[in-house]
Each structure stands twice: as structure tokens, then as C-alpha cells.
């Protein structure tokens, strides 16, 4: 009779360690599901940074901005950064310039100026991409090599601009979209 107690013993404890080991796998399974909010406030925030940042307040602290200022290429200090992203990408277009990635991009000033103004905006695990107009301007795909095609999340957050040029004029409406996934 004492060995009955010692076997059934040996078999709780079996059991029980069977049962922990599945209940931290099946709770491990839940831990990596990508949260829907935090790809939202992502895109919400990029698309308000660049909505609400004035090239002057950037302009000292990017090198690439204060450069394009002192060259004479951004003239209004008091355009947001999204419009003047427009602005260049409206220029691009009537030089017949095209959108392109990385560093063949030299001419293209819609893209430089986006990629150097959201050089740190969010985590590198996180992809981004910015259109104007359905047209890409700016693609950054995640660390993980994470494809924006190849995510299980996309959000998307959308803004118009209207830009003024030659002081009196407006342009068209742009749509500008901003994508992040994960």
C-alpha cells in the first residue's frame, strides 16, 4: 500500500508539470500578437508631427533642412513640414522628376526631405511609408525585414494639404497618407 501512494504521487507531479509547461506555451502564443494601437498612435502621430512642426523649428536641429533653407530652397519658414513636402513633391512633378528609393534619390527633394525629417520618428521595427496622392515618397520597411505586403497590421492615417505658392496662389489638394505596420 505505501508504494500505491508513492505512484500516484509521481503522477500528480508529472501531470502538474505537464499542465505549467502547457499553460506557458499557450500564454507565450498570446504575448506576440501585434497590438492594433500602437501602429494607430504611430501613424495619428507622424501625420500630426508633419501637420503641425514648422520648417523653422526644425531647421536647426536637421542638417539637411537648414541646408536647403541657407541654399534659398525653402523660402517660407512658416510652412509646416506636410506642406512643405508638398511643396517639393509639387515642384518634383513639374520638373518631370520621379518618386525613387535610396540613395540614387539625389535630385528628388520631396523624398531627401522626408527621409531626413523622419529619420527617428518611430521605432526601426516598425515600417513606414508615406504617399502624396497614391505617389510613394517615402518607404522604410521594419528591421525584421517586415514588408508592409507581409504584415498582419497596416494602419493608415490621412490629412489634405493645400499649399500656398508664389505668395498668392493655391494648389490643388493634396491627400497625404501615412502607413506604419509592423
Not at 86 to 98: F, N, P, R
Not at 120 to 147: A, C, H, Q, W
Amino acid at each position: 500500500m505505501k508504494k500505491r501512494g508513492y505512484f500516484f504521487t509521481v503522477d500528480v507531479s508529472i501531470a502538474m508539470v505537464i499542465l505549467v509547461i502547457g499553460f506557458v506555451l499557450i500564454w507565450s502564443f498570446y504575448l506576440d500578437e501585434t497590438r492594433k494601437e500602437q501602429p494607430y498612435f504611430y501613424a495619428q502621430d507622424v501625420i500630426d508631427f508633419l501637420a503641425h512642426t514648422t520648417v523653422a523649428s526644425v531647421s536647426g536641429t536637421i542638417p539637411y533642412v537648414q541646408a536647403l533653407v541657407l541654399n534659398g530652397n525653402i523660402t517660407n519658414l512658416d510652412n509646416t513640414l506636410l506642406e512643405q513636402i508638398a511643396l517639393s513633391y509639387m515642384e518634383d512633378t513639374a520638373k518631370g522628376e520621379q518618386p525613387c528609393e535610396g540613395a540614387d534619390c539625389k535630385t528628388y527633394s520631396a523624398h531627401n526631405l522626408t527621409r531626413f525629417v523622419m529619420k527617428d520618428v518611430i521605432p526601426e521595427y516598425y515600417g513606414i511609408r508615406l504617399l502624396i496622392n497614391g505617389t510613394d515618397i517615402y518607404l522604410k520597411n521594419s528591421t525584421f525585414g517586415g514588408m508592409e505586403n507581409e504584415s498582419d497590421i497596416t494602419i493608415s492615417a490621412k490629412k489634405m494639404a493645400v499649399v500656398v505658392f508664389n505668395k498668392v496662389n493655391l494648389s490643388d489638394p493634396f491627400i497625404v497618407e501615412v502607413r506604419v505596420w509592423r
